[in-house]
């Protein structure tokens, strides 16, 4: 799948855009590594990696440009974050990150680019699916 070039975005919300896609890949990433490295599950590590390669939005300077990480109102950890306690509430976590993040691309989309929309749709949707098949088999 191409990526899509964003550059109609009004620039304000460039950096939601790019915080929203650095937490869906990684939320991905993270089950993917589970996936593949713990379970040795090559049919959902290769969903994952599929669905991960579809987050792309270009061109990435704009986004890059836009990135303020340093100055991050809520960047220190919360206590919520550190609540884990095993490798169920990683994945847990990491899936609601995945498609929390997919549904505010979403919905940002909407006003801009309705195809673009549709595919983090289609991005949060399958999470959905992969989350239930993982977490109950």
Known sequence: MAA???NILP????RAV???LNRLK???????DYARYIRNDKT???KLKTLRHQCRIEPLELLLASRDSINDVLRPTTESEMNRTDLRSILIANYKRGQESSRVLEELYKIIDPAM???FKQIRYE???LEKESLLT
């Open 4 to 6: 899509v070039t964003t």
């Open 11 to 14: 620039p304000e919300l460039y």
């Open 127 to 129: 999470l959905y699916t």
């Open 26 to 32: 990684e939320g991905i990433r993270v089950i993917e």
């Open 44 to 46: 959902l590590s290769s």
């Open 18 to 20: 790019d915080a929203n």
């Open 117 to 119: 929309s549709e595919r």
